[in-house]
C-alpha cells in the first residue's frame, strides 16, 4: 500500500514560517490535502488539492507539492497554530483514503 | 451543511463486537457521488482508515481490518453503521465517521467517539 512518511515534530517561533513536509512515492502525481487536529477535536481541512484553502482557512495556510515530497507552511505562526498535521491522499492501487502518521506542530 | 454524527456504546469487552452508527442531515447518503468512511484515532496516534461504503451500498475496506469489519447503509434513517468483530485492547480508539469523494478531501467529519475495550 501507499506509505506516507511525517516528521514527528516541527518547532517554530512565533512570526516565523513553519514547513511540515510529507513525503510518498511520486507523490507529485496525487492530490495532497492537509489537515489541522486540536486535542480532543476532530481533523479541519486547511489545504486541499495541493495547495487550495477552503473558506475561512487564513491565507497563512499554502501548500505545494512536487516529486516524491509536498510541503505545508504555515507563515507568520501564531500560537493558536499549535497542532497536529496530517496529510492524505487517495491510493489508486487499493482505491482508499491513506493518511500520513501525523507531525506535531509545538509553537515554542 | 451536512452534518455526522456518530453514536453507540463507550465500553466493549475484549472479544465481543464493537457496534457504531453515524447519523447523517444535511444530505442524502444515497443518489450521490459520495463516499461514507469511518476512521479511527488510538491516544497519542494517528488517523487510520477503517473503511466505506457508497452510495450505491457498495463497501470497502482496510485490507488490515477487512475479515473483522462490516460497513453498511440504513437507508430509511440516512445513517450507515460500522461492526467491528473480535475487537482486541489495540482496537481502542476514538472513531469518527466522514464524508469524502474519491481523489477529494474528506469534507465533513463527526465529533467522534471514543470507544474503550476493556474487560
Known amino acids: 500500500s501507499y506509505v506516507l512518511t511525517q516528521p514527528a515534530s516541527v518547532s517554530v517561533a512565533p512570526g516565523q514560517t513553519a514547513r511540515v513536509t510529507c513525503g510518498g512515492d511520486?507523490?507529485?502525481?496525487?492530490?495532497v490535502h492537509w489537515y489541522q487536529q486540536k486535542p480532543g477535536q476532530a481533523p479541519v481541512l486547511v489545504v486541499y488539492?495541493?495547495?487550495d484553502r477552503p473558506s475561512g482557512i487564513p491565507e497563512r495556510f499554502s501548500g505545494s507539492n512536487s516529486g516524491n515530497k509536498a510541503t505545508l507552511l504555515i507563515s507568520r505562526v501564531e500560537a493558536g497554530d499549535e497542532a497536529d498535521y496530517f496529510c492524505?491522499?487517495?491510493?489508486?492501487?487499493?482505491?482508499?483514503?491513506?493518511f500520513g502518521g501525523g507531525t506535531k506542530v509545538t509553537v515554542l | 451543511q451536512v452534518q455526522l454524527q456518530e453514536s453507540g456504546p463507550g465500553l466493549v469487552k475484549p472479544s465481543q463486537t464493537l457496534s457504531l452508527t453515524c447519523a447523517v442531515s444535511?444530505?442524502?447518503?444515497?443518489?450521490?457521488?459520495?463516499?461514507w468512511i469511518w476512521v479511527r484515532q488510538p491516544a497519542g496516534k494517528g488517523l487510520e482508515w477503517i473503511g466505506r461504503?457508497?452510495?450505491?451500498?457498495?463497501?470497502y475496506s482496510n485490507p488490515s481490518l477487512k475479515s473483522r469489519v462490516t460497513i453498511s447503509l440504513d437507508r430509511s434513517k440516512n445513517q450507515f453503521s460500522l461492526t467491528l468483530d473480535s475487537v482486541i485492547a489495540a482496537d481502542t480508539a476514538v472513531y469518527y465517521c466522514?464524508?469524502?469523494?474519491?481523489?477529494?478531501?474528506?469534507?465533513?467529519w463527526g465529533q467522534g467517539t471514543l470507544v474503550t475495550v476493556s474487560s
Open positions: 444535511g444530505d442524502s447518503i444515497v443518489g450521490g457521488r459520495y463516499y
Open positions: 492524505q491522499v487517495w491510493d489508486t492501487s487499493l482505491d482508499h483514503v491513506v
Open positions: 466522514a464524508r469524502t469523494q474519491r481523489w477529494l478531501p474528506i469534507d465533513s
Open positions: 461504503v457508497e452510495s450505491s451500498g457498495t463497501t
Open positions: 488539492a495541493d495547495s
Open positions: 511520486n507523490i507529485g502525481t496525487k492530490s
